[in-house]
């Protein structure tokens, strides 16, 4: 089935580089989480997201994390702008 979703943009290219660093397309990533989502059954608010208990909140690595962060959306900025050229 075929459908219309409004991602926001900051998510959508998280989504796009997450897939592409796994190798997969888009259509796979979502799927795949989707499939991750719906079989957890409903979240618990404030609870820890599943991954965490793997590989930690990313504490001693946070600043490091928000650096990649801020460069891949700066990069994909700079990548849409020549794409309306």
């Not at 959508?12 to 059954?41: C, H, M, W």
């Amino acid at each position: 089935m075929k459908t219309t979703l409004e991602i926001p943009d900051p998510l959508f290219r998280k989504a796009k580089t997450t897939a592409a660093q796994q190798g997969i397309t888009l259509r796979e990533f979502v799927n795949d989480a989707l499939r991750e989502k719906l079989s957890t059954g409903p979240a618990k608010p404030g609870a820890e997201p599943a991954w965490m208990k793997f590989f930690g909140a990313g504490k001693p690595f946070a600043a490091a994390i928000r650096e990649v962060d801020r460069v891949v959306e700066e990069e994909f900025g700079r990548v849409e702008e020549e794409d309306r050229k």
